[in-house]
């Protein structure tokens, strides 16, 4: 598979293990309460998975990064030369109503799907088959409102659940806090014509 078609397949894949999730509920009337903040995007690689932490992970390997969606945050994919037919990503999918959703709601999509619940890894945690040779993991955090997508290719496809938990542990607050966020700035005034551009 040449690298372009590869970038393609790993983006096309973590995008569904994003959406292995069940869809946001209908929006309820709140009254005056104002809607919860949520983050429009999500740092860079280089912030959410930090040099260290990427040597401790995936040793020898390098990484590069592509934007998956807008919520969804990077596709940090990895390759390493003394590995050729390995080929791993990472990416993220962050929503505030994943603390309060029920484990069985959130794991149901990938179980259906042949995935196999993967014991003592975050909040929980589903590991899959899409194709032969591949593994892919999606753990949700205990202490964020994001899940973790890892996909691997090649190999030892095992050591999924190990990058997975590696990267649950590099993903805190303080490291998304890096990110931009919607909701009350300081200096927010009356929208402008390109705020009305940006909106969905």
């Given at each position: 598979?040449?690298?372009?078609?590869?970038?393609?397949?790993?983006m096309?894949?973590?995008l569904?293990?994003c959406r292995?999730?069940?869809?946001?509920?209908?929006?309820?009337?709140?009254?005056?309460?104002?809607?919860p903040v949520?983050?429009?995007?999500?740092?860079d690689?280089?912030v959410l998975?930090p040099?260290?932490?990427?040597?401790?992970?995936?040793?020898?390997?390098t990484?590069t990064?592509e934007?998956?969606?807008?919520?969804?945050?990077?596709?940090c994919?990895f390759?390493?030369?003394s590995?050729?037919?390995?080929?791993?990503s990472i990416?993220w999918?962050?929503?505030?109503?994943?603390?309060?959703?029920?484990?069985?709601?959130?794991?149901?999509?990938?179980l259906?799907?042949?995935?196999v619940?993967?014991?003592a890894?975050g909040?929980?945690a589903?590991r899959?088959?899409?194709?032969q040779?591949?593994?892919?993991v999606l753990?949700?955090?205990d202490?964020?409102?994001c899940?973790?997508v890892?996909?691997?290719?090649g190999?030892?496809?095992?050591r999924?659940?190990?990058v997975?938990?590696s990267?649950?542990?590099?993903?805190t607050?303080?490291v998304?806090?890096a990110?931009?966020?919607?909701?009350?700035?300081?200096?927010a005034?009356?929208?402008?014509?390109?705020?009305?551009l940006?909106?969905?």
């Amino acid at each position: 598979m040449r690298a372009g078609g590869r970038a393609a397949f790993f983006m096309a894949l973590a995008l569904v293990g994003c959406r292995s999730r069940p869809a946001d509920p209908p929006a309820e009337d709140a009254g005056n309460l104002p809607p919860p903040v949520t983050r429009t995007a999500l740092p860079d690689c280089d912030v959410l998975l930090p040099a260290d932490d990427r040597e401790l992970m995936l040793p020898g390997f390098t990484m590069t990064q592509e934007r998956s969606c807008p919520t969804c945050g990077p596709l940090c994919a990895f390759r390493s030369e003394s590995e050729p037919g390995v080929a791993v990503s990472i990416t993220w999918d962050c929503n505030t109503r994943h603390p309060q959703a029920d484990l069985h709601g959130l794991m149901a999509p990938s179980l259906q799907a042949g995935g196999v619940e993967v014991p003592a890894l975050g909040r929980a945690a589903v590991r899959r088959t899409p194709a032969q040779g591949m593994s892919q993991v999606l753990a949700w955090d205990d202490d964020t409102d994001c899940a973790v997508v890892v996909t691997w290719l090649g190999g030892e496809t095992e050591r999924a659940v190990d990058v997975a938990r590696s990267a649950l542990i590099a993903t805190t607050p303080a490291v998304l806090d890096a990110g931009t966020a919607t909701g009350d700035d300081a200096d927010a005034g009356e929208p402008d014509a390109g705020d009305a551009l940006k909106a969905p």
